[in-house]
């Protein structure tokens, strides 16, 4: 007879259990590893509950949450906030139930308005979805030639015009951190959206020395496109990329996105998580050029009486607004009084 499975909270202590567990599971991320506890919690000063499902001395289950609450907007038990997707991570379908059940005692314990669970597949429970966002990936090869010749003559003729542009990528860690959110406040503001404050960045550089990088398009000395990746097992995370509208006629996000590729691919990784998108957008077209393969993603919601799923998001007519006055802001405006706002929003 098999151990009772027990749940817990992990504890900095039990990182290296953590991370072993995840390491050898199929569905673990980037997005799952425990140093975002740490980032979450000095960052934004939220409650996180990292919770393991044990049988004895073995963790079989890991379901990372944290509670995001404003009286702005409400209090959120969330997996994972800020980032792309996160959610549960177990093969044993004992542990993975009584993880759920776990989330939903301690939705009720923290009194939270929700729970949203985003996650790459369907939970083993049936939650309300919203089904309005999908992973763009691309299934890389060792010779990044293979890729190139796959792609249509029009794109590959539109990559090389835009070199012509006189553009270059540089590519790096700490050294193009300040670049990078230059560009990346100046875009987010741009599309009306507060930006995080710096350190955020800085503190997952440092958390994941050799698992991030950073991308930086020049036009000659001005920076004028940026991204900032995760990179984990054999698979890249697109986390953040961002343009400086000023430039947009130079289309630096077609080098941009090529010189990524290029580097995963001679780097030995297998697939390429282009981000999050949603669907009929823009930004899902553009992913399309490169062959990236479309993926759902689950947006799970636990609704404490049945309430409608929250819309929680730019689509939303409430927050129109507050869109088109923060576009008009100027960017040392956005990046001084955007970071309070941000961290409240998953």
Not at 17 to 42: P, T
């Amino acid at each position: 007879m098999s151990d009772p499975v027990r749940i817990t909270v992990c504890t900095d202590a039990e990182a290296v259990r953590w991370d072993e567990f995840l390491g050898a599971h199929a569905s673990g991320s980037f997005y799952h590893r425990l140093a975002w506890k740490g980032i979450n919690e000095q960052n934004f000063g939220h409650q996180t509950f990292f919770l393991t499902a044990q049988r004895g001395d073995r963790i079989v289950g890991i379901f990372p949450l944290v509670l995001v609450s404003s009286r702005l907007f409400g209090r959120i038990l969330c997996s994972m906030p800020f980032v792309n997707y996160g959610g549960p991570c177990s093969s044993d379908p004992e542990a993975m139930t009584l993880l759920l059940d776990e989330m939903v005692a301690l939705a009720s314990r923290l009194r939270a308005d929700y729970a949203e669970i985003r996650t790459l597949e369907p939970l083993a429970r049936e939650f309300p979805s919203a089904l309005h966002k999908v992973s763009m990936t691309i299934a890389l090869q060792p010779d990044p030639d293979t890729l190139w010749n796959a792609f249509t003559s029009k794109h590959r003729t539109n990559i090389r015009r835009i070199y012509k542009n006189g553009l270059h990528v540089v590519s790096g860690h700490l050294d193009q951190l300040d670049t990078f959110y230059d560009v990346l406040a100046e875009s987010w503001r741009q599309h009306g959206t507060p930006i995080y404050r710096r350190r955020y960045f800085a503190d997952i550089l440092a958390a994941f020395p050799q698992e991030t990088r950073i991308f930086v398009v020049y036009r000659d000395k001005t920076p004028i496109a940026a991204a900032f990746n995760g990179y984990y097992r054999d698979t890249v995370e697109g986390m953040w990329a961002g343009t400086d509208a000023r430039y947009r006629n130079l289309q630096a996000s077609y080098v941009l996105y090529w010189e990524m590729i290029k580097d995963a691919c001679e780097r030995g990784f297998v697939h390429y998580h282009l981000g999050r998108s949603t669907i009929e957008s823009g930004s899902e077209s553009f992913k399309k050029k490169w062959n990236a393969d479309t993926k759902q993603l689950y947006w799970n919601y636990y609704m404490p009486g049945n309430q409608p799923i929250p819309q929680l998001n730019v689509d939303n007519p409430r927050f129109r607004l507050a869109i088109a006055v923060w576009r008009r802001l100027p960017t040392r405006l956005t990046t001084l009084i955007g970071p309070p706002v941000a961290k409240y929003i998953p």
